[in-house]
């Protein structure tokens, strides 16, 4: 099965300043890589996702990275806001490509003012 | 458009009492996810369902849990006896359909069980 790995575990910005996230999957058929962001006592919500048929997208102040060849990809996250903190997970397809999800351990962004 | 509802929101239970939980996916989501997320972890996929029929059920715990979704709709997930263990947070997902074609997964609010 696939086994994802995520870095680092507690992120502390500075308000303005920029943040990365990285994650590495070991599953070379996986080819869907979604980000979530999870509030306290809150649900995780899809921020942006990245198949494999790209190396990079973008959204905003959001962007995702994609090295196949490496198997890692990380999100970025520009001109961070108070509304960022949150803890953000990466995620990979769990077995042989199917849509079943294994989920990093997850990242605690905080924002200093 | 309602998104995925869960219930109880939370629940209390002493250790070797049954316990259920409910979700009702988006209106027309095909596959349904159960999921448990321990405390500052992500979540861990238990069981995914395509209409009734559950086609990933390896990291379900048979001993004590089970899972149906009768009618290709709403989902139960039960444990039977809980264990202290088994405290966590409960999620429910749902997407418009599942194998290879990577639709978003919606998650519910959750059901945060605590065994005491």
């Known amino acids: 099965g696939e086994n994802v790995e995520q870095h680092p575990s507690t992120l502390s910005v500075q308000e303005g300043d920029s943040a990365v996230i990285k994650c590495t999957y070991s599953d070379s058929a996986s080819n869907y890589f979604p980000w979530y962001k999870q509030e306290l006592g809150k649900r995780p919500q899809l921020i942006i996702d990245i198949r494999s048929n790209v190396g990079e997208k973008k959204d905003q102040r959001i962007a995702v990275t994609l090295n196949k060849t490496a198997k890692h990809f990380s999100l970025h996250i520009t001109e961070t806001q108070p509304e960022d903190s949150a803890v953000y997970f990466c995620?990979?397809?769990?077995?042989?490509?199917?849509?079943?999800?294994?989920f990093g351990k997850g990242t605690h962004l905080i924002i200093q003012p | 458009e309602a998104g995925v509802v869960q219930s109880p929101r939370y629940k209390i239970i002493e250790k070797k009492q049954p316990v259920a939980f409910w979700c009702n996916p988006i209106s027309g989501h095909n596959t349904l996810y159960w999921y448990l997320q321990n405390l500052g972890q992500g979540p861990e996929l238990l069981i995914r369902y395509e209409n009734e029929e559950a086609v990933d059920d390896s990291q379900l715990p048979k001993d004590r849990f089970s899972a149906e979704r009768l009618k290709g709709v709403d989902s139960t997930l039960k444990i039977q006896p809980a264990e202290l263990g088994d405290s966590a947070v409960y999620l429910c997902?749902?997407?418009?359909?599942?194998?290879?074609?990577?639709?978003?997964?919606?998650f519910g609010p959750g059901t945060r069980l605590t065994v005491l």
């Open positions: 997902a749902s997407s418009l359909y599942g194998g290879f074609s990577y639709n978003e997964q919606f």
């Open positions: 995620a990979a397809p769990s077995r042989g490509g199917a849509d079943g999800l294994t």
